[in-house]
């Protein structure tokens, strides 16, 4: 009699412990970044007519990126780079004071400096600066063009060292609007 009541509690007691294990992992795994290494020279999609060269080394974190929402996001030498672009109708300096407000609004963050011009390698005309946090230094830029907004913002700890501030620049200059110059 010992014996069958010692198989049901031990079975019970894996089967607990399947059901927990089962359940448990795939929690963990959506919590934690997908990140991918790219392709040196592969462009990847920002929205599906909006594209960025990413810089060597690059991971993309596939979980938080979709063409289809417009978003991109990519991780290299300690800086996250978050790219979205959307249809957009107003002009670049409506853009601009969009992007401004909503890192302003962001609490501990604290706009640098002012703005100046930017252009994509493309000739795509835009507005770049920087903002700064308890923690991080970050860039912004935003373009607007035949109709679609691009947003970058890209921040890390100590983003000016090491000349890790020109290689988010030189990223930014990568972005190409398909379909057209």
Known sequence: ???WRANLIG???????ITAISTG???IAERLPDHHAVTPGERLHVTPDVTVLP?????QD???SSPRRGALFLEVRGIRYALRGSEYSLDLRHAEERLRQWIADLQGYHLSGRTHRVATRQGAEGRAGRFTSPELEGYFAVFVHKGTVVEVI???AGLHLGGRLELVRNTVLTIRFEGGS
């Open 11 to 17: 079975s019970g007691v894996i089967l607990a412990l």
């Open 1 to 3: 009699m010992r014996g």
């Open 55 to 59: 810089p060597a080394g690059a991971a």
């Open 25 to 27: 992992l795939p929690m």
């Open 154 to 156: 890209a921040q890390g």
């Open 62 to 64: 596939r979980a938080d």
